[in-house]
Structure formats: C-alpha cells, structure tokens
C-alpha cells in the first residue's frame, strides 16, 4: 500500500502594473518550491522505490487589468 501525506507547498511572486487610468498591463513571475514523490524501478531487487523529492515550479503571468482609479470592483 503506497503512503500518503500532505505536500505543503508556499508560492511566493512579484507582481508588477503599468499603465494609467482604467487600463493596466500586469506582469509577474514566482516560485513554488514544493516536496513531491517520485516513483522508482530498482532493478536489482526488482521492486518499486518510493522517494521524496524536492521540486520547484516558475509560473509567469502576463495580463491585462481594467481597474477604475477610483477604486470598486476590478476583472
């Protein structure tokens, strides 16, 4: 029976706006570094391994925001 536990991740970005008035061009970038299983054959003992890993993952963000300067509700 294959173990299970919780992953925590933390996901951590800078995020920038440019633009004037209602319209703004938004970019960001960040990492999420994160324990993740990896599932091995070992060969010489013909059985499955179980380990644990440290990945990381870069989103990018590129986006477009119409926000009123005033302030309410934003898309």
């Known amino acids: 029976m294959a173990r299970r536990f919780l992953n925590p991740a ?3 970005e800078v995020s920038g706006l ?3 008035g ?3 061009f938004e970019l960001g970038i960040g990492g999420t570094p994160h324990l993740a299983t990896s599932l ?3 060969a010489e003992t ?3 391994e179980d380990k644990l ?5 870069i989103p990018l963000r590129i986006g477009y925001r119409y926000q009123k300067p005033e ?3 934003f898309f």
């Open 10 to 12: 933390i996901h951590l």
């Open 18 to 20: 440019l633009g004037r």
């Open 22 to 24: 209602k319209h703004h």
């Open 40 to 42: 091995n054959f070992n």
């Open 46 to 48: 013909s059985e499955l």
């Open 53 to 57: 890993v440290f990945s990381s993952l």
């Open 71 to 73: 302030g309410g509700f």
